[in-house]
Every structure is written in structure tokens, then in C-alpha cells.
């Protein structure tokens, strides 16, 4: 029962994490049909901003409960500066050009976006706990677990449900599935595509910042932790189907209860686990669960 | 002038060529391998200011015969390819005498197989893997730094000491990163154990990545298992993530904490300062206030006083490092004959600031790895060595065998 207990809050909680983490990046293939590897990059300075914040204001001794106004702020400007310098100084130059050379170009943004992680704030990691203890934990059957925990959990939940209702019942989100189906026709409608464009870039890229800023408390900051990301988003939305949010929720329920089965059953094969699902997967739905082998869905 | 004549002028210019000039210190050309970028640069950059002690140590010690080291220090960013490139580098282009450092485990077993490819020595000063001398071992490597070995083999000797008088058997839950350096600690710890006949229960294994930044699944794993004891394998950033992480769970409050290598490292208490649990039993290669001797103290305090800070135990595996080669050089009188700098290093003996009075490291012949003492201790309150507000203390002192200790299989 115990065991039981402890997979569902920890698989619930990496699902939360894997999720908020991955969903920009599905958003902007749908939509750009751009692979975004530097979308590890958008997570990784969120992380750094919002922990490098928060330090520097509980530095002041002013009450807690205000970082946690500092951490999506933080994930704000790090995804808006940062998605919009890449989309305006570099990708829009792209459009239009094979999705195999995008892939390489977004792999130097993503290189490059690490080393300005190293100039700006070093090769030191960033520890903010902060946030996460002032809130404290929570007994789950006797198990403690904090409550920060379930707070991302929320946010994710959150996040997801504001993207289905703005792509689903909101015109911005109707016209941005029609931009989706056919730029041609979109263009000669009226519809500013470039500025969809633009727009859904720097989403994603604050999506991606918000899933690093709000994990920040929990973690240590440290070189690398993009690519550790990407590697586990890449896994989440092939799973789930690219291009598509309700496949990356499902892409991150299955690989967070997956790890979290194995961490408590089989801990030597945890590493492996995600690859073994995704593998699994794929074998039996080769585009992923959601995805539609010859049109765009998001 | 006859023909004899002449070869023996030839002979006589050539002899003079070779000598040393008449006051002329021979030297060592030393590539030392670090991270100093990434995570572990601190223990590259410490080994470097090390480095600097070690050759002003040696400077002192020139009127006796002692060679002065030159030293190149490279970033290995704690890759292997990186590593590699840049050990093949000082080999060719260099042309060093000796590769020495190197951190982590994985890399130092790249260079080693480099090292003995190209019959160059490798002095290794900051990882502790058992693999490298055992069955990596070759002619060309040596180890001046602790082994995890001999840490656990201490650790299972404070283990029997402290539960050993029970009825039941003690319940140890491992977690130790997931590549060699952690397998290789725990299957040692589990046979001292068994060598020494404690009884014990596995009550858990775990096995997070290196660098892993949320270990709260695996803590939350091992709050569900009934061990008495948990012997944590982490160094470095993952020790300090895992630490704050376990205390926020209230780990620390149900299981009895143990990292017998490298959890008590002074950088490692510098980092957690007033998060450092207290009561948790920790040792490391070299503290800064153990033992208590006037050589450990000036070389801390030399340390600060060069780098503004204290050494972490990265530094001590460094010093001991160049003066091992230094040493080996002096007594192989030169660095022509590799044949008696070998069996130099092989009888080595140092006196350091990490040895106790009365006790000098002494290298073991066969397996090439540096026989010292280990020190355990528990967290205590001592805010003598700011910034860390807690340090070890309530010793227990473990000396090594005569010689490395081996299992029955051999390794």
C-alpha cells in the first residue's frame, strides 16, 4: 500500500515537472513545426533566473511568501527576452527551410544558450530551497512529502487546462489552428502569420523557463541541466505524440510513472525505464499516442 | 691529432653535454588533468593552489637533492574524450615526465589506459576508485590519495563497533551514485562486513545518476524501508543536494546517516553551513582539523592564505602528488631510468600533513595505491572554520593494513 502511495505522488509529481518542462516545446512544433532543441536552453535560464532571484531577495530578510510571486516573474522575463531575441535574430531567417537543418540550427541556439547560462552566472551550482521549505510537508500515509510539490503539481494542471481553453474556445486559439493547417490560406484570410509565429515562439520559450523557474526550489541549479531536460521533453512528446498537448500530458504521466514505479520497485533499472517505455511506445503507435502520421494536431 | 684522440675529445664533449651544470636542479615536467570548470571544478581548483604549496614545499627543499616540479594544468571539464585529447597532448607535445590528477573515476581509468599505452607515469591524487588498482593495474600507475577501499574498510569497522554488539542483524540501506565509483564502494563495504563477520540486512539499494538533482523519490523510497543505517555514496554537489533534500524529508530523523569517503569534506560542510544535519557520521580524505598537528594546521592555513579559503580534501591528493613524484625522481636519481622510478614509487614513503604523528603514507608495492589513515567522525557544532558552522569531531581513528587489503576472489 505504501509502495503504492509513494509511485502515484512521486510519478504524479515527475509527470507535473516533465510536463510543464515539455509543453512549450510540443506547442512550437505543432504550430512552427520547428524540433526546438534549444528549448532546454529557455529552461535551463529560467532555472538560473529564478533561483539566482530568489537568493538575492531572501538576502534582504523579507517574508518568504513573496518568492513566490519572484519565480514566475523570473520565468517571464528569462522565456520573453531570451524567446524573442532567438525567434527575431535568428529563426525567422529559417522559415521555410528542412526541418532536419532546423534541428541544427536550435542545437547551436541551445549551445550557445549554455555557455551564456556559464558567463552570466558561472559554473557554481544555485540553491534555492527557500520557496520550498517555508511551505513544508505534508504526511501522505505517513510518508512526508513537500508541499511545494503539490503546488507544481497545481501549476501544471493549470497550465494545461489554459491551453486547451485558448486553443479550443478562444478565437486567437481558432485562428492559430488555422495558421496551423495552412499558412497560404491563412495569409490571404488576414491572418498575421509571422506574428503567430512570433508569439508562439516566445510561449514556448516561456513555458519551457516556467517549468525550470518553479523546479528551481526543489533542485540544485547546475551546468547541464538543460540537456538533462531535453533529452527526458524529446522522450515525454514522442510518447505522447508531437505536436500535441493532450499527447504530452499523457507522454509525461506514463514516463513519471514509469521512473516512479521503478525507483521504488527496481531502482537499478530506473535510468532505463524511460527509454524502455518509450521504446514500447513506439513500437506499437510509431508517431506516438496522439499524433496523426499525416497532419498537424495540436 | 690521432683518430684516438679525437674520439676521445668527441666522448668528453658528449659527457659534458649530458652532466648537469654545476648547481643546475633537476627538474620534473609534470601534466596535471583537473576539472576547473563544471561541477568538481572546485576540487581542480583546489588541487591547483595545492600545487603551488607543494612546488614552494619543494623550493625549501632544494639544497637537499630535492627536483623542482613544473607543472601544466589542463581543464578536463571532467570528460573522458576531453581527457583523453588533452593526456595525448602532454605526452606528445609536452613531452612530460608524469600525467597526473584527475577527479572522477571514469575519466582517470580513460588516462590510466592511455598512461600505460605510452609508458608514461600517472601519479592519480583525487579519485578513489578500487578498479584502478586492481584489475586496471599496470606498471605506470600510482595512486597518492585514500582509496575507497580503505574507507570502507574503516566504515565496516565503525559499523561493527556501533551495532555490532546487537542481537539482530543491522539493516544498511545503500544509495550511491550510478556508476563505477558507487558499485565498487558498495560491494567493498558488503565484504568488510562479511570479512569481518558482521551480521547485516540489505534494506535497500539505490542507484540515482551522477549530478542528479531531485533525489526525493529515492528518499522517499528509503523512508519506507526499515534499515537502521543509510550509507549514502555521494560526493561533491550531489552529497550537498542530497543532504538538504533528506533534511527537508526528515530522513535524518529515522536512519542513521554514513558516508565514509567523502561526505565530510570541508567544501561539503563550507556549502551546507547551518543545513548540515548534526550527528551524522562522515569522513573524508583530509580535514582541515584532523589531526591535530602543527604540519596539518600551517598547510591549512597556507591554503587559506593563498586561496582565501579552506582546502577541500582535493588539495591534500594533489600536494601529496607532486611530492611523491619529486621524491620518487630524487631517489631514481633522475627522470631517465623509468625502471627505478618505478620501483622508487613503489617503496614510497611521505610524510604529510594528512598523517598523523608517528605515522608516515606509505605507497603498497603491489597494487600501487597510497596506505593511509582514515578518520570518521560526526557533525558537531564548531564554527571555527567559517563559513561551515559544523564540522567533525568525536573521532574514531582507523589505521591501514601493512599492505592493500584484497578479497578472496582475488580483486
Request: aromatic share 12%; glycine share 10%; charged share 15%.
Amino acid at each position: 500500500m505504501l509502495t503504492a502511495v509513494a509511485i502515484a505522488v512521486d510519478g504524479l509529481g515527475f509527470a507535473a515537472w516533465l510536463f510543464l518542462s515539455s509543453v512549450g516545446l510540443t506547442l512550437i512544433y505543432g504550430v512552427m513545426r520547428i524540433l526546438n532543441i534549444a528549448h532546454g536552453g529557455f529552461y535551463a535560464l529560467g532555472a538560473y533566473t529564478a533561483a539566482w532571484a530568489v537568493g538575492l531577495y531572501t538576502q534582504t530578510g523579507s517574508t518568504i511568501a513573496l518568492t513566490y510571486l519572484i519565480i514566475p516573474l523570473a520565468a517571464l522575463v528569462a522565456g520573453v527576452v531570451s524567446g524573442l531575441l532567438v525567434e527575431r535574430g535568428i529563426l525567422r531567417f529559417m522559415y521555410g527551410r528542412d526541418e532536419v537543418l532546423m534541428v541544427l540550427v536550435t542545437y547551436a541556439i541551445f549551445l550557445i544558450l549554455e555557455d551564456v547560462t556559464k558567463l552570466i552566472w558561472g559554473t557554481d551550482s544555485y540553491v534555492s530551497y527557500q520557496p520550498a521549505y517555508w511551505l513544508g510537508t505534508i504526511d501522505v500515509f505517513g510518508l512526508p512529502y513537500t508541499v511545494y510539490k503539490f503546488l507544481i503539481i497545481a501549476v501544471a494542471i493549470a497550465v494545461g487546462a489554459a491551453l486547451y481553453v485558448t486553443l479550443n474556445h478562444t478565437r486567437v486559439g481558432k485562428l492559430l489552428l488555422v495558421v496551423i493547417e495552412d499558412r497560404e490560406v491563412s495569409k490571404a484570410l488576414g491572418i498575421n502569420v509571422t506574428l503567430f509565429f512570433t508569439v508562439t515562439f516566445v510561449i514556448g520559450a516561456t513555458l519551457g523557463a516556467l517549468g525550470g523557474a518553479l523546479t528551481a526550489p526543489e533542485i540544485s541549479v547546475v551546468p547541464g541541466i538543460g540537456a538533462e531536460i531535453i533529452v527526458m521533453a524529446f522522450a515525454v512528446i514522442v510518447i505522447g505524440g508531437m505536436g500535441s498537448i493532450g499527447g504530452a500530458m499523457l507522454g509525461a504521466l506514463i514516463v513519471g510513472f514509469s521512473r516512479a514505479a521503478f525507483v521504488h520497485l527496481y531502482p537499478p533499472a530506473e535510468l532505463f525505464s524511460i527509454y524502455l517505455v518509450m521504446a514500447a511506445v513506439l513500437a506499437v503507435k510509431p508517431y506516438g499516442l496522439f499524433a496523426l502520421a499525416e497532419s498537424r494536431k495540436i | 691529432m690521432t683518430t684516438m684522440c679525437r674520439a676521445f675529445l668527441a666522448f668528453f664533449c658528449i659527457l659534458l653535454a649530458t652532466l648537469p651544470v654545476a648547481g643546475e636542479s633537476l627538474r620534473i615536467k609534470a601534466g596535471c588533468l583537473f576539472p576547473l570548470t563544471g561541477p568538481g571544478a572546485l576540487y581542480g581548483r583546489d588541487s591547483t593552489v595545492a600545487i603551488k604549496l607543494a612546488q614552494k614545499h619543494l623550493e625549501s627543499l632544494e639544497p637537499f637533492g630535492y627536483p623542482q616540479v613544473d607543472v601544466i594544468v589542463e581543464d578536463t571539464r571532467s570528460k573522458s574524450l576531453r581527457s583523453l585529447q588533452i593526456a595525448r597532448r602532454l605526452i606528445d607535445e609536452d613531452r612530460v615526465d608524469f600525467l597526473c590528477g584527475v577527479v572522477n573515476s571514469s575519466v582517470a581509468r580513460a588516462v590510466s589506459g592511455l598512461a600505460r599505452d605510452e609508458e608514461v607515469f600517472f601519479i592519480g591524487t583525487d579519485h578513489a576508485s578500487p578498479a584502478l588498482t586492481s584489475e586496471d593495474l599496470h606498471p605506470y600507475y600510482f595512486r597518492v590519495n585514500n582509496g575507497t577501499r580503505l574507507s570502507m574498510r574503516a566504515g565496516a569497522k565503525y559499523i561493527r563497533e556501533t551495532y555490532g554488539n546487537r542481537s539482530e542483524p543491522v539493516k544498511i540501506a545503500f544509495i550511491g551514485p550510478d556508476y563505477e565509483y558507487g558499485y565498487q564502494a558498495w560491494d567493498d563495504l558488503r565484504r568488510f562486513l562479511q570479512q569481518q563477520g558482521t551480521e547485516f540486512e540489505i534494506a535497500g539499494e539505490y542507484w540515482p545518476k551522477v549530478f542528479e538533482t531531485d533525489f526525493s523519490p529515492y528518499i522517499q523510497s528509503l523512508l519506507r524501508t526499515d534499515a537502521d543505517i543509510v550509507v549514502n555514496g555521494q560526493w561533491g554537489l550531489d552529497f550537498v543536494t542530497f543532504v538538504k533534500q533528506a533534511a527537508q524529508l526528515g530522513l535524518f530523523d529515522r536512519l542513521q546517516f554514513m558516508n565514509f569517503d567523502a561526505g565530510g569534506n570541508y567544501e561539503l560542510l563550507a556549502e551546507l553551513e547551518n543545513d548540515m544535519p548534526l550527528g551524522l557520521v562522515l569522513s573524508a580524505r583530509h580535514h582541515v582539523n584532523w589531526p591535530p598537528t602543527e604540519r596539518n594546521r600551517a598547510f591549512v592555513e597556507e591554503f587559506r592564505e593563498e586561496a582565501g579559503r579552506y582546502p577541500s580534501y582535493a588539495a591534500q591528493g594533489a600536494y601529496a602528488g607532486i611530492l611523491a613524484m619529486a621524491e620518487a625522481v630524487r631517489n631514481a636519481g633522475g627522470t631517465g631510468d623509468k625502471d627505478r622510478i618505478r620501483e622508487s614509487l613503489e617503496h614510497l614513503t611521505l610524510s604529510l600533513p594528512e598523517d598523523p604523528d608517528g605515522f608516515r603514507s606509505k605507497m603498497d608495492p603491489v597494487n600501487h595505491q597510497i596506505l593511509q589513515v582514515q578518520a570518521i567522525g560526526k557533525t558537531i557544532f564548531n564554527n571555527s572554520f567559517a563559513p561551515a558552522k559544523v564540522m567533525l569531531g568525536d573521532w574514531r581513528i582507523y589505521y591501514p593494513p601493512e599492505s592493500w587489503p584484497t578479497f578472496k576472489n582475488g580483486s
